[in-house]
């Protein structure tokens, strides 16, 4: 029973969802889920750009795939952009959950709206284009996403106590100047940080971190802070006591936004727990060594040589087989 908990936290911390499947009495487990924002959209494969052969590769995979999307909007009602791109895939066959971050940057073709930068297709259409999007560039099969802003995020990491983070000397700074950006904001006040090393960061401080991409290794560093909290929050998350669990994740739940449905989520939970899917590995794309720099038109880019980007993504959701840079990683 102690380890089927402890599975039951992984998959919540991962995709802040599937909470309390375990949790004893059916209608209190769909009160919880109905605290979600679900969002409706196309199921259509055409509506999503699933190609039929990426819909036959998930049909024998083994393997759920889910859009995690964290959009920078200074408003509820406007879409954002979605600076934070993931890939969580549940992978029932290698027993693992991965997650895969997207170059925000990364030069793709936009349905209605040529060649530009992934970022923009969450603000051209919300989350069916952004997925749509993933899926024609990469000839993947998603069909469902989870959604947070950066202010629910730090709400997020409030409520479960903060996150342990090794802070470097050059992200002191910058972490406090981005929380004054979000205070001013909101209308807050702001705790700084004294000192660089490992400390626990409060929502937002870690959100501050997550978002910083002015340091050595520009926004290739911040997708790998963006993994470090999450990998923080699962970490924190999977430590909470079991009288701290249910009341942590009621909180966590209204928080989100999904297409999920209350009986998918369950059957999700139910699939990972099931095949004990526990082991979390996470990786960037485009990958070291095949993607560079751009400037077209004046705004600069991140190219990546697609084929092999997409061989790559494959191979390490779908085979388990991590891809290897060229040159050194940034």
């Not at 923080?232 to 909180?251: H, N, R």
């Amino acid at each position: 029973m102690k380890k089927k908990k402890k599975v039951t936290k992984v998959v919540v911390s991962v995709i802040i969802l599937g909470a309390l499947v375990f949790g004893g009495v059916i209608s209190y487990t769909f009160y919880q889920l109905s605290k979600v924002k679900t969002v409706k959209i196309s199921g259509a494969n055409s509506d999503l750009g699933i190609s039929a052969a990426a819909a036959a590769k998930d049909a024998s995979s083994g393997i759920t795939n889910i859009a995690l999307f964290g959009v920078d909007r200074r408003d509820k009602d406007e879409p954002g952009r979605s600076d934070s791109i993931m890939i969580l895939s549940i992978d029932t066959k290698h027993k693992k959950i991965k997650m895969s971050s997207i170059m925000r940057d990364t030069y793709v073709k936009i349905k209605g709206h040529g060649q530009t930068k992934i970022t923009h297709a969450y603000a051209y259409g919300g989350s069916q284009l952004a997925i749509r999007t993933i899926n024609e560039n990469f000839n993947l099969d998603i069909k469902d996403y989870v959604t947070v802003d950066f202010f629910d995020l730090e709400k997020l990491i409030n409520a479960i106590g903060g996150v342990k983070v090794n802070v470097a000397q050059d992200e002191v700074t910058l972490i406090n100047s981005y929380m004054n950006e979000t205070a001013g904001i909101e209308k807050k006040a702001v705790t700084k940080l004294e000192n660089p090393g490992t400390q626990n960061l409060n929502g937002l401080q870690a959100v501050a971190y997550s978002r910083i991409r002015y340091t050595t290794g520009g926004d290739f560093k911040r997708t790998e802070r963006q993994r470090t909290v999450l990998t923080a929050m699962l970490t924190k998350i999977e430590s909470l006591g079991d009288t701290q669990f249910p009341s942590v994740v009621s909180k966590l739940l209204p928080l989100t936004e999904t297409s999920i449905s209350s009986i998918n989520i369950l059957k999700l939970g139910t699939k990972v727990i099931t095949t004990k899917s526990t082991t979390v590995v996470q990786e960037r794309f485009p990958v070291d060594g095949y993607c560079w720099g751009k400037t077209i038109d004046k705004v600069w880019y991140l190219v990546c040589d697609m084929n092999t980007t997409i061989d790559q993504i494959h191979k390490f959701i779908y085979d388990d087989i991590k891809p290897v840079p060229t040159t050194p990683q940034i």
